[in-house]
Structure formats: C-alpha cells, structure tokens
C-alpha cells in the first residue's frame, strides 16, 4: 500500500505549476480526456529556445491527434531583447521560461529544458557547441528523450546552415544524434541510476518551412493540420495564436488563423516517413498487452453525459483499479495519471490551499488553509493529509457543495530551502548552467515551496490529490488572483548598486544595506565586511550594520590600470543572514517571480571626461542605460510624450531614445519634427538600436535623412574593431578612444546595424564577424544644422550594466559631439 501511495504521490507531482487558478474543466474537456485514455504515443518537439516552437503543430499533436506532446527548449531564451521591461540574462529567460509554460496551457503540450545558456546570437553550430558543451547538452537531450520516450521526435531546424543561427542549427544537430544516443547503453549510462531506460524512438523528422525558396525538398510529407476541433471549438490555427501569444516579452502576439494549413515533414533518421507521423507505431492498448482497456475506455466514452459528467466517475474508479494492477510501466503510469485528472474533474472536486501572503519566511509562521468541496453527487470522504513532515489522518464525509474548511498553522523552518530557481542554485560556468541534480535536469521550474497532499476516498478508492499552496487575494479590478509562496530568507544584506564607478581615481562609496523579511527583526547588528579585487583599497575595514543604518565603507583604486573593472563581495560574518538580495519580477501576464542574486558588484576604475551635463532618456523597451549615465554624473531627465517639447529640450545637451523606442512608442513619428528641430538647433539625438520585424511602427522617419535598418549583427563581443574616420571627435574628444575601449565587451558587439544610407551620414566604424565582409552601419552620424544624429547598433544596453569601461568613454564622446557652424 505504501508503495502504491508513492507511485500515485509522484505521479501527482507531475505536472504541479506555479500560480494557476484551481484547475477546472468543461465536459467538453473532460470527454476530450477520456478519448485520449486510448491513444498511446508520443511526440516531442525540439528547438533551441522560447518562440521557435510551431505552436499550430503542437495544438494539433496534442488536442486532434491526442498524443502525448512535448516541446524541448534548448534555452530559456536569456541572451533575447526585452520588448516589455529592463531585465536581461537569466531574469529574461525566467519570464520567457513561464510564458512558454503559458503557452502550454494554451495548446496542450508540455515543456522541457536543457541546461544550455543562451549566450546571444550565433553564426554558426561550432561556436555554439564549443560554448555550450557539446557533450554536457547533448547528455540532457538523450536523459529527456529517455525519460520521455518518444514515439517520434521533430525538430523546428535543419541541421546544417539554413537555420539560419547557430543556436537553431545545434538544436537539430543535437536531437539527431540523440536519437541514436539515447538507444546505447554506451552512451552516458550513468542515466540509468536514475530509473530510465534505452530508448529508441520510430523516426525523427524536420519540420521543414518555407521561409527560403529551397527549404522544402519535393519529398516532404505534406500534412494539414489546421483542422477545426468541434468539440472544441476552434481550430488549431486560434488555438495556436493564443499560445504563441502568450511570447509577450518577445513582441510575437499572433492574429488568430483559419482554415487549412500544411507542415512539411523530412525524416532525417529512423523508419521513413510514408502516410503517417506514426507508421508503424502502435499507439492502441495492443501495445502494452491489454487490448480489453481499450475497449473499457471505449464504453466510458459512449455511455458519456456532457449534461452530468459525474455519471462517470464510478467507471472511471474502475478503470483506475484496474491500471493500478498493471505492472508498472511508461504507459500504465502516464494513463493512471490522466485518469486521476478525469476522476478529479467529472467528480466536480474542488481542491485548493491558500495563504495570506506570498512569501514564507524562514523562522516565520504561516497559516493556511485547506479548501475541499465536492460539488457533485458522488461518494467521498476525506481521509486526512500530508505537508511536508506533518501528516494527519481523520475521516470525514464531504457534503455535496459544501467548503470543507480547515486551518493550519505552521512554522518554516530556518533550514527551509530559499526558492531559487533551480538552474540558478550554483555560479553558472560558461555557455550552460551549473544543475547537479540528474533528476532536475529537463524541468521547466521548481516544485512548489510547499504542496499539500490530501487523501481522498472517491467511489470507493483511495487517491492522494495533491495541490500547491498559493497566495491567494482580490484585485478590485482584475478579480481573484494566485500567486506562487516563496520561501525567502528571514535577513539578507547587500550592495546598494550593482556597479560602482571611480572616475578618475576618485574614492568611491559603498554601502551595505542589511534588512529584516521577518517581524522578529529586532535590532539585529553585527560586523560587515567587503571583499575587493585586485588592485583595489578598502579604506574602512569593517563596519557595524544594522536594520536603521547602512555600513559604509570607501573604496578606491590602489594601481594605474585604467579604464578596467573588478568585483566586490561580501564575506559571511552571521549565517543567518543571505548575502544577497531577494528579487522579484512582476508581470501580470505571468505568475510573479522570484528568485535570489549574491551580494557583489562591479567596480570600474574610469577615466573619463565628460562635455555636457543634461541629457533627455526617452525610454524604449526597457534598459539600464539611464542609471547608467546618472552614475557618470549626468543630469537625466526622463522624456514621455508630455513633456517631449521645445521648452524642455532646449535645456538638453543631448537626448537620448532607449532601445527600440520607436518599436514601443508610436508617438514618437508625431514627435519627428520636434525632435529634428532640436537637432537643428544644436542638440545631438542618439536613437540606440531598433528593429524593423513588424514590432511597432516604423514606418516612420527617425533621422533627418533616410536609412534602413537592418539584420546585420555582429555578435562576436570580441570582434576587431576599425576605426574608418580616425580623426573624428568621436574618437578623440573628450576622450581619447582606442582599441582598448573595445576590450572586455558583453556577448556582442551590436545588433540592427544601419543600411541603405544617405549620403549625408558617415560611418567611422567598421567590424565584422569571423568570414564576413566588414560591415559599417554599426554607428552612423549625420550633421543637421547646428547639431547632430547618431543612429547606433552598439549594445551599450548590455555593455553599461555589465561595467564594461569602454562603452563609457565612447557614450560620453557620443554626448559630447560638438556643434556645428
């Protein structure tokens, strides 16, 4: 009985997420699930990250065909652009992670990742498999594909140049040699601690596309899948749409599309492809020897009431013996536990834990409380329930419709675990994440912080119905909402600034900040004491901190290596205080998130001149690059569509436009001639990076004379920079730029590079990737009037955050352009 009670305890883990709304289906859905009792076969999808997944394929798999579905993601998407905010790097990929997880929901898949960083653009398969670790991501494919089993694997790419990036190429490179991998015991066989087995699937395929002339072989197995679902109602086009939809972060909201819709298929491996994704795969009870399920299931379905769906519950009881008797194996776990889901939903069971509050200190108590209704005529009782180390056994009968109600109160412990991210527990090394734990590898996000455990007697039989704990409340406008409970940390303390800047040898003050999640913070003091690099000098050794007083210390330079950076950490003097800070991001689209930084920052040791103090940010899709220039001493003024006029700007020496500005902002093209004016006037406009994707409305002029924007990147972050126009001032004044300002760059150099110019702008840039021929629209400059246009591809975003000097000197020179006669 144990051993049942923690087969079915796993199986409900399975699938647990984050801050939904209590699960609820229609009969619609629920007859929906019981035809998918019968279907036995599996698919799974991979690309390299968030949004490259063919969403209408997905929704077809998995809602008309009814298999078992899956989309490995490669990345969390960490090296992408931001349309909706400032975070980059891993608090970018933890949105894309949970807005993947909410297109999923949407079309019925479900979401697997590698450990695979994405680093940024790539321009070809060798650079990165060389950063990723080939053997590392190629391991986390095959332990996916063993625990997953799939009957046929797809991927969104060809495995050669056509893909277009080499994130995408490596994607299909990996799964078709994972495919043959995952069959060898050879091949990492330290897998097979952990309970999976070899695994050969039928074939894997490339879901070929039209994007060029010649993707397509005439061979291709052609299949619509843009049929319309009735018992659904909508087809896999809509359905498709409100998944792909939910990639917000990206800008990639979908139109929804109807009518037939054709994938192409090119086997790439395996059994070839005939007349079906599934030849030759037997997907009915046949398949594991139980032909009589199939037929049980069969008359469940028939005897089905949409009306009163509960009148299924006691033979679906029975089906669910009966799988439980079964040897255990993929299919007879995967079915029991869709059965339980069916069982749970046709029975009308209400089952939910909710709290007061989102976040669970350590040391703090917590109250909860646990909610059962059963809302339909059937026969349940509750038997008691599990949480954590506590575990109560009672009986009681649930009335039909009526809140069965208990609170519980209970103190987390000071050894809880933080809740981190998974992927983020350790430093990460370079190209991939540091996961140590083998049966972590491949989930999309944590377990919930606490989960509850009932145990309830349905119809007969016992089955724990696990729910995780949430927050729950009422927002006056968007109504009753869940959020996760994080555990966080009872004190924590950290820097106040994540770069420190010395300019020109200049001390530097740092401050410690220690704060109390608790309500027992008292007066909790104690001794702090900072690390630093290198070439750098501590002038206070320690100090005392407390909840009402920061510690402050001076920092400075102590060598002559200018225009350089190192690092500031915190040695550990009270375990029970973390040494970082609790972050948390906040959308309303997704569940909140919160995961926990280490307390360091970067301290850049600076020579810089500056010309100029006032400067006009118009911000864009969201960057760093204000905070940026206020740490250099710059006067910043936020512009928005109010206070964008003459008056205002007259004051400014130079104005600024966040990343893709014009993308975000439409209106900006009524502000054109305004902005031009000021030009004209004497003031310098630097218009950083946009795209011309359909993402906002740039069909509008942004310069004073035309130039397009286009693809080209250079994404070589240590590419050889030439300077084309030595003798311009932007090079020279107020600082001298060379070679070494370029040093230390961030994942790239820049991105949407400039185009088709008039001849009215000049270029001193030149770069390019390794094999690419120079390219010169990575900065361009015009004079217009008395003053001056910059349109820049240069990733300044990226390179200011991460303290890279260089990108300093350079912004400032770009401030400092000087006036025309």
Same mark, same amino acid.
């Given at each position: 009985m144990r051993r049942l009670f923690a087969t079915i305890l796993l199986l409900q883990l399975y699938g647990i997420t984050h801050a939904q709304l209590p699960q609820s289906l229609s009969s619609s859905d629920i007859y929906q699930g019981i035809k998918k009792l019968n279907v036995l076969g599996s698919v799974l999808y991979i690309?390299?990250?968030?949004?490259?997944? *063919?969403?209408?394929?997905?929704?077809?798999?998995?809602?008309?065909?009814?298999?078992?579905?899956?989309?490995?993601?490669?990345?969390?998407?960490?090296?992408?652009?931001?349309?909706?905010?400032?975070?980059?790097?891993?608090?970018?990929?933890?949105?894309?992670?949970?807005? /993947? /997880?909410?297109?999923?929901?949407?079309?019925?898949?479900?979401?697997?990742f590698s450990r695979a960083f994405d680093f940024g653009f790539s321009k070809t398969a060798d650079e990165t498999l060389t950063i990723w670790d080939k053997e590392k991501i190629l391991s986390d494919v095959v332990w996916v594909i063993r625990k997953f089993q799939p009957d046929v694997i797809i991927t969104r790419f060809p495995g050669d140049s056509r893909a277009g990036h080499g994130h995408h190429w490596s994607s299909a490179l990996l799964a078709n040699e994972a495919f043959t991998a995952a069959a060898d015991t050879n091949r990492f066989p330290e897998q097979f601690r952990y309970g999976v087995k070899p695994w050969q699937a039928?074939?894997?395929?490339?879901?070929?596309?039209?994007?060029?002339?010649?993707?397509?072989?005439?061979?291709? @197995?052609?299949?619509?899948?843009?049929?319309?679902?009735?018992?659904?109602?909508?087809?896999?086009?809509?359905?498709?749409?409100?998944?792909?939809?939910?990639?917000?972060?990206q800008g990639f909201g979908a139109t929804r599309t109807r009518g037939e819709a054709f994938e192409y298929f090119v086997t790439t491996g395996g059994d070839p492809l005939k007349e079906d994704l599934f030849d030759e795969v037997n997907t009915n009870w046949s398949r594991i020897n139980h032909p009589d399920i199939q037929q049980q299931i069969l008359q469940i379905q028939n005897n089905f009431s949409f009306e009163q769906p509960y009148k299924s519950v006691t033979a679906l009881v029975n089906l669910s013996k009966m799988l439980k008797q079964l040897p255990a194996s993929y299919w007879q776990q995967q079915k029991l536990k869709e059965t339980q889901q069916l069982i749970e939903s046709a029975a009308g069971l209400f089952a939910d834990a909710i709290t007061n509050t989102t976040?669970?200190?350590?040391?703090?108590?917590?109250?909860?409380?646990?909610?059962?209704?059963?809302?339909? *005529?059937?026969?349940?009782?509750? /038997?008691?329930?599990?949480?954590?180390? @506590?575990?109560?056994? #009672? %009986?009681? +009968?649930?009335s039909t419709n009526r809140n069965f109600t208990l609170p519980k109160n209970i103190v987390v412990p000071f050894d809880k675990?933080?809740?981190?991210?998974?992927?983020?527990?350790?430093?990460?090394?370079?190209?991939?994440?540091?996961?140590?734990?083998? $049966?972590?590898?491949?989930?999309?996000?944590?377990?919930?912080?606490?989960?509850?455990?009932?145990?309830?007697?349905?119809?007969?039989?016992?089955?724990?119905?696990?729910?995780?704990? $949430?927050?729950?409340?009422?927002?006056?406008?968007?109504g009753e909402i869940y959020q996760p409970v994080v555990v966080i940390p009872a004190w924590e303390q950290n820097f106040n600034k994540p770069v420190y800047i010395s300019s020109n040898g200049k001390p530097v003050s740092v401050a410690i900040q220690l704060k109390a999640n608790t309500k027992q913070g008292g007066n909790l003091h104690g001794d702090v004491k900072p690390i630093v690099s290198e070439g750098w000098q501590l002038r206070t050794s320690s100090s005392q901190a407390s909840l009402q007083n920061n510690a402050m210390f001076e920092v400075l330079p102590s060598n002559k290596q200018l225009?350089?950076?190192?690092?500031?950490?915190? +040695?550990?003097? *009270?375990?029970?205080?973390?040494?970082?800070?609790?972050?948390?991001?906040? =959308?309303?689209?997704?569940?909140?998130?919160?995961? #926990?930084?280490?307390?360091?920052? +970067?301290?850049? *040791? /600076?020579?810089?001149?500056?010309?100029?103090?006032?400067?006009?940010?118009?911000?864009?899709?969201?960057?760093?690059?204000?905070?940026?220039? $206020?740490?250099?001493?710059?006067?910043? +003024?936020?512009?928005?569509?109010?206070?964008?006029?003459?008056?205002?700007?007259?004051?400014?020496?130079?104005?600024?436009?966040?990343?893709?500005?014009?993308?975000t902002h439409l209106y900006l093209t009524a502000k054109y001639d305004v902005l031009m004016n000021y030009v004209q006037n004497g003031g310098n406009l630097i218009v950083q990076y946009n795209t011309n994707n359909g993402v906002g409305p740039l069909r509008a002029k942004i310069g004073p004379y035309n130039f397009n924007i286009s693809r080209t990147r250079v994404t070589e972050e240590d590419a050889v920079v030439t300077f084309a126009l030595p003798d311009h001032s932007i090079f020279n =004044?107020?600082?001298?730029?060379?070679?070494?300002?370029?040093?230390?760059?961030?994942?790239? %150099?820049?991105?949407y590079e400039a185009d088709q110019l008039d001849s009215s702008f000049v270029t001193p840039i030149q770069m390019n990737d390794k094999n690419e021929k120079p390219g010169n629209g990575s900065l361009i400059i015009a004079k217009y009037g008395k003053g001056n246009f910059v349109y820049t591809g240069l990733s300044f975003f990226r390179q200011l955050p991460a303290g890279v000097p260089g990108a300093y000197r350079l912004l400032a020179n770009l401030i400092a352009l000087p006036k025309n006669k």
């Open positions: 690309a390299a990250h968030p949004d490259d997944e *063919n969403t209408r394929l997905l929704a077809y798999l998995a809602r008309e065909k009814q298999y078992r579905t899956g989309y490995l993601s490669l990345t969390r998407g960490d090296g992408g652009q931001n349309l909706i905010g400032d975070e980059q790097g891993v608090e970018l990929g933890m949105i894309r992670t949970q807005e /993947l /997880l909410a297109a999923r929901r949407v079309d019925g898949a479900e979401q697997f039928k074939r894997i395929l490339w879901n070929a596309f039209l994007f060029s002339t010649n993707s397509v072989p005439d061979s291709a @197995f052609k299949l619509d899948v843009g049929a319309y679902n009735n018992i659904l109602g909508k087809g896999y086009g809509e359905i498709a749409s409100e998944s792909r939809s939910n990639h917000k972060s976040q669970a200190i350590q040391g703090d108590s917590l109250r909860i409380t646990l909610i059962v209704n059963k809302r339909n *005529n059937i026969d349940a009782q509750i /038997l008691g329930y599990r949480l954590d180390d @506590f575990d109560t056994t #009672f %009986r009681s +009968t649930l675990k933080r809740s981190q991210p998974y992927w983020l527990e350790h430093a990460m090394p370079n190209g991939s994440f540091d996961v140590r734990d083998q $049966q972590l590898i491949g989930k999309s996000e944590n377990d919930p912080a606490f989960i509850i455990h009932y145990r309830l007697r349905i119809e007969g039989d016992t089955f724990i119905v696990s729910r995780p704990v $949430q927050y729950k409340f009422t927002d006056p406008v968007k225009n350089s950076k190192a690092s500031i950490s915190l +040695t550990q003097q *009270n375990d029970s205080v973390y040494r970082g800070a609790t972050k948390t991001i906040a =959308y309303d689209h997704i569940p909140n998130i919160t995961w #926990f930084s280490p307390a360091a920052s +970067t301290l850049v *040791n /600076l020579n810089i001149k500056t010309s100029g103090k006032n400067i006009g940010y118009i911000p864009g899709a969201g960057d760093k690059v204000a905070e940026a220039l $206020q740490s250099l001493g710059y006067n910043v +003024t936020i512009l928005t569509q109010e206070n964008i006029q003459p008056e205002v700007l007259k004051k400014l020496d130079a104005v600024i436009t966040g990343i893709r500005a014009y993308n =004044y107020p600082n001298k730029i060379t070679a070494d300002d370029f040093k230390g760059w961030v994942q790239e %150099r820049s991105v």
